[in-house]
């Protein structure tokens, strides 16, 4: 796998851990560790996306 498809791979990550954090949020009764947990996750992703594309 290419660096650029595998930056794009992780974009999509990233979006989708956006979005499971937003639905997170508007979800009544949600463990903010569990919220808590995926904002770590997008993080990483994030962090991996930046490294790659320096």
């Known amino acids: 796998m290419s660096v650029t498809a595998?930056?794009?791979?992780l974009k999509r990550k990233h979006q989708s851990l956006s979005d499971a954090v937003e639905e997170a949020q508007r979800?009544?009764?949600?463990?903010?560790?569990?919220i808590a947990d995926?904002?770590?996750q997008k993080?990483?992703?994030?962090?991996?996306i930046?490294?790659?594309s320096s």
Do not use: N, S
Request: glycine fraction near 4%; avoid cysteine.
């Open 50 to 52: 930046t490294r790659l």
């Open 43 to 48: 993080l990483r992703v994030k962090e991996e």
């Open 27 to 34: 979800a009544p009764g949600i463990d903010d560790l569990a």
């Open 38 to 40: 995926l904002k770590k």
């Open 6 to 9: 595998h930056v794009e791979q």
